[in-house]
């Protein structure tokens, strides 16, 4: 711990006509400070001859050091049974430096991580630290941390803390960043062994994973979107055929059941079914292929939505399913794909037999990890010659078969230039919040304001509607919904007038997935097909990054490969806490302002003309937009 200065601390409750000073050396006060319901409150400090605002609303969290506290997460953190803190008592120096810490633990807490003994979150091998001595000095460094400092993070280590100033982000991170000529997985995987890097997906490593909740609504929208285009606005009496439990797969057998349909779908990790099960994601599990297809033939007759998981191996059982001539009305799939070695398990292989394979032969592992994925695009593309609505949903899938041989790989298209891209050229996309008092209520309430502020969006009414009857939290309470250029904005300041009224019992994390409208870039994915050919150009991500930076951001992050794979993409994220200060009131109208604008941008740069009209209507400077130089 470095020395801290000498204190003062002011608290001024308003309107009531009194104040109380407590003048101690910092850290050394032996009765904390009473928690005083007013309408407002300032607490500063006065540290190196500036007075810095540090927390509003009646959220006197900032006691001095709870010690029983920090015993606490100390002994969570030695016994690696990780789970953010809840409440409005603070371990570190002021809500910015809080938030990231509890982000940060609630992405291994066994409710959201997919396999937190390993640090890994989700997506294969996605981590949220490097290793477990790399996370104990993470938990310290953020501890310690001064609201004029900013940690460095490379690849899940804490690498540097240096001063900058109290708007600029608290943390900046980079993740599985590799030369382009060495981005491969061979080298990663090399690199990884000799502890140099990790992969962190994309909000695995950045500390906002709120588990599957997290790509719920995008899914959602994708099969409302395909609903749309195909089968006249629903998915009643329809089937939806696709594989994969994990993190983000899980969230597929809800999404199908929301729009109506019915769903089955194919896992090879009876953990994982059982986790969808237990969370309410997936409806029932079937005993074998047969008694699946007479479960999912009985309710798209009678028009049940419902979902159905099989135990079993994707490149094993849609093959079979062809040569029993099923016929499923849309097939997709979200197994981790984009990883050969430590997500997709080969054909013919248990999981006991898988492992070590991966381990005693990791080279013959991937050879036919390959060649299943091969023979599950084979088995698709034989459902879309007998008029399945089939498409890629951005595992990678597709170019593991080209690979291997599979010419006509791309055939159906990625789900982003089929369904999502108009939505992209708003600037509308995933925005998620968590709540820091780890008190459902608070999601609640907030899910009433996100409905009065925009009355007329019936997707959303019908959405949070959905989410709060179905949609079971996962460690700290959360929401995602979907949000455009100017709502976002006008969003995150109502939550933080919430937290400055008392409304919310604590301050609230806001942040979304790298899957977003200008923060990614994807040829395989996010970015395929664009429309003037720029599916490849990297530089969008890296200005979206410095961009929410500026902007003054909690933390940002630029990752390599998240969603398809090592060097396949390139994406950013972002983070900013409303705690109900009027310099969180500048933060939010900035960061989501030029977070979004960014997509917007980037789309009307690339041609779309809904993104231009967006940005003539809307007022996003675009220098070039009609032409001038």
Not at 4 to 15: A, E, Q
Request: with cysteine.
């Amino acid at each position: 711990m470095r020395s801290r200065s000498r204190v003062t601390l002011i608290i001024l409750p308003v309107p009531t006509p009194f104040f109380h000073v407590c003048e101690c050396p910092a850290g050394a006060c032996v009765s904390p400070f009473e928690f005083v319901p007013v309408r407002s409150l300032l607490l500063y400090y006065w540290g190196t001859g500036t007075i810095r605002q540090l927390t509003g609303g009646n959220l006197v969290a900032k006691r001095q050091l709870d010690t029983v506290l920090v015993q606490e997460l100390q002994t969570r953190v030695k016994s690696r049974q990780i789970r953010a803190l809840r409440g409005t008592q603070l371990v570190c120096r002021g809500w910015q430096q809080e938030a990231a810490l509890r982000m940060l633990m609630n992405n291994l807490d066994p409710e959201v991580a997919e396999n937190p003994a390993e640090l890994v979150v989700y997506g294969g091998r996605g981590k949220a630290a490097r290793n477990w001595d790399a996370f104990e000095a993470l938990v310290n460094t953020l501890m310690d941390l001064g609201d004029d400092e900013t940690l460095l993070v490379q690849s899940g280590k804490p690498v540097g803390v240096f001063e900058t100033h109290p708007r600029a982000p608290r943390v900046l991170i980079a993740n599985s960043l590799l030369v382009p000529h060495w981005a491969t997985w061979e080298e990663f995987w090399k690199l990884e062994q000799k502890g140099l890097t990790m992969y962190g997906q994309m909000t695995a490593g950045s500390w906002i994973y709120i588990g599957s909740q997290g790509i719920l609504q995008g899914t959602y929208e994708t099969l409302a979107e395909c609903a749309a285009q195909f089968f006249g606005g629903t998915l009643k009496n329809r089937v939806v055929l696709t594989a994969g439990l994990g993190g983000m797969g899980g969230a597929q057998p809800l999404a199908v059941t929301m729009n109506d349909g019915v769903a089955l779908v194919i896992e090879a990790d009876p953990d994982r079914m059982r986790r969808r099960l237990e969370t309410r994601y997936l409806d029932r599990q079937a005993v074998d292929l047969t008694h699946a297809l007479q479960e999912v033939e009985h309710a798209r007759k009678v028009g049940e939505a419902v979902s159905i998981g099989l135990l079993g191996n994707a490149a094993e059982v849609l093959p079979e399913l062809v040569r029993r001539g099923f016929r499923p009305d849309i097939v997709t799939d979200q197994t981790s794909a984009h990883d050969p070695l430590n997500g997709y398990i080969p054909a013919g292989l248990s999981l006991e037999e898988a492992a070590k394979l991966r381990q005693s032969d990791p080279n013959e592992y991937v050879r036919r990890a390959k060649q299943s994925m091969a023979r599950h695009v084979e088995a698709m593309l034989a459902f879309m010659d007998q008029g399945s609505v089939v498409f890629d949903y951005g595992n990678n899938l597709r170019e593991r078969a080209r690979e291997e041989g599979v010419a006509r790989a791309f055939d159906f298209p990625g789900f982003v230039p089929q369904y999502i891209r108009p939505q992209f050229e708003e600037g509308r996309g995933p925005f998620r919040w968590v709540a820091l008092s780890g008190d459902p209520e608070d999601i609640l309430k907030t899910d009433q304001k996100v409905l009065e502020l925009f009355p007329n969006d019936e997707r959303l009414r019908r959405w949070i509607t959905m989410a709060e009857q179905r949609v079971q939290f996962q460690g700290l309470p959360s929401r995602i919904c979907w949000l455009g250029y100017g709502e976002r904005a006008k969003f995150g300041l109502a939550i933080n007038q919430m937290v400055r009224d008392g409304v919310l019992k604590a301050p609230v994390v806001i942040g979304r997935d790298h899957l977003d409208s200008g923060s990614v870039a994807s040829p395989n994915r996010e970015t395929e097909a664009m429309k003037d050919g720029s599916d490849a150009i990297g530089d969008w991500p890296i200005l979206n990054a410095l961009l929410n930076t500026a902007a003054g951001a909690t933390w940002v992050s630029v990752h390599h490969g998240g969603g398809v794979g090592m060097g396949y993409s390139l994406h950013a994220g972002m983070v900013v806490v409303a705690d109900g200060t009027e310099d969180a009131d500048w933060r939010l109208q900035h960061v989501l302002t030029t977070d979004p604008g960014t997509g917007v941008m980037r789309h009307a740069d690339a041609g779309y003309e809904k993104a231009q009209r967006v940005a003539r209507e809307r007022g996003v400077k675009i220098p070039m937009l009609d032409g001038e130089a």
